[in-house]
């Protein structure tokens, strides 16, 4: 978490203004989610983006109360795992809706879900194509490209995706071993800050899609992945800016696939959520105030404490003047022994915060609960909800 303006609590959903949530009858920490916030987030992608098929990156949020919401919006889902595709199951999800978009899965995983139904694996190797055509024989398969990140706060490229030769090489592949060809899909990095970075993407997709065509391969579905980004302090793209861009693409590619696929995380669930954290200390160290908090990097705050250039959460007191306070830079970090739990340097807070007083974090319903552990023994956020996800 970097310096940055202090936000107006009108910067989350109203349900969670801090004046209630100093009502909220839960010890800190808490998760506290609006549920109709979720809502809002899927109908306004939707909307922009009316010919896209969502899949909820559940990996981002994966708690029963927001997959039932999401799928009762009509939602579809993207996994990870195989457990994740259990839990979905267990909630009335058919697998055969549902994409696995992990580039490289364990043997047993890719057997485990097509054995449930599922019928759709992402790809981007030689040796994850073995291991589907033994285990899932015959399954439709999407090839990753690799492409520009630079302009996300999380780039993924160092770890997945490939170029285009490569990937028109793999789908002949595919076909050979008695797959089905079946899509493209890419991701431009977790929380996306450039409009840009989408029209690159789709560029390469196409050309793709083009040197496919003649050796009879036509691709069913364009997945335009995730990196969608929720509304933190930086000034991100709206959903509406985004999908005009994405809309003029799709019309300059060689064809049009049936699917046009979406797996989007953050957008839908971060602004949904406020992490309250009470303070356990307050010390000088040198010329810089700390505040030590209950939760720290271990406990949800894993994203600020890695982002290379820090991040912007929306934050706030419970202190009642605390828009009035003169205010002081603090450095955050959490209750372990660990230091590498600090997540924030330079966060403008009120100067007289101390000890007892509870902090709140906005857009922070993506990538807390699932990082969150128990670490040194203090426990991660209590999920809360709110509202009725209608």
Not at 287 to 293: E, I, K, R, S, V
Request: glycine share 10%.
């Amino acid at each position: 978490m970097s310096t940055g303006t202090l936000a107006s609590p009108a910067a989350w959903p109203d349900s969670l203004a801090p004046d209630l949530l100093r009502l909220v009858d839960v010890p800190t920490p808490y998760l506290a989610t609006d549920l109709d916030t979720v809502v809002a987030r899927y109908r306004a992608f939707t909307a922009a983006m009316p010919w896209v098929t969502a899949f909820y990156a559940m990996k981002c949020n994966p708690s029963p109360e927001i997959l039932r919401t999401l799928a009762a919006q009509g939602s579809s889902f993207e996994v990870a795992s195989a457990g994740e595709l259990r839990m979905l199951r267990t909630l009335g999800v058919d697998p055969a809706n549902v994409l696995y978009s992990n580039p490289i899965k364990p043997p047993g995983h890719i057997a485990a879900a097509a054995g449930l139904g599922l019928w759709r694996f992402a790809f981007d190797s030689p040796g994850e194509l073995a291991k589907i055509s033994e285990r899932a024989p015959g399954a439709a398969v999407y090839v990753r490209l690799r492409v520009d990140d630079s302009t996300s706060v999380f780039p993924l490229s160092g770890k997945f995706g490939t170029d285009v030769e490569d990937a028109y090489d793999l789908m002949l592949l595919a076909r050979r071993l008695g797959l089905r060809p079946y899509g493209v899909t890419f991701h431009v990095g977790s929380q996306c800050e450039s409009t840009g970075a989408w029209r690159s993407a789709l560029r390469t997709a196409g050309e793709l899609m083009g040197r496919l065509r003649p050796e009879g391969i036509e691709l069913e579905m364009l997945d335009l992945g995730g990196g969608f980004p929720a509304r933190y302090l930086a000034g991100e793209p709206s959903i509406e800016q985004i999908g005009e861009v994405i809309g003029g693409e799709l019309d300059l590619l060689p064809y049009r696939p049936g699917m046009i696929a979406a797996e989007p995380g953050r957008h839908f669930v971060a602004e949904s959520s406020v992490l309250a954290a009470t303070v356990i200390g307050r010390e000088t160290r040198g010329d810089q105030n700390w505040l030590y908090l209950e939760v720290g990097a271990y406990h949800g705050m894993v994203e600020p404490a890695q982002a290379p250039a820090g991040w912007d959460y929306p934050t706030w007191t419970s202190l009642e003047d605390h828009a009035e306070i003169p205010r002081l830079p603090f450095t955050l970090t959490g209750p372990t022994c660990d230091s590498s739990d600090t997540f924030g340097y330079g966060v403008e807070l009120p100067a007289t915060v101390t000890v007892g007083d509870v902090l709140y974090f906005g857009s922070a319903g993506a990538y807390t609960l699932p990082y969150a552990t128990s670490f040194n023994g203090f426990p991660p956020p209590t999920p809360i909800f709110v509202g009725t996800g209608r």
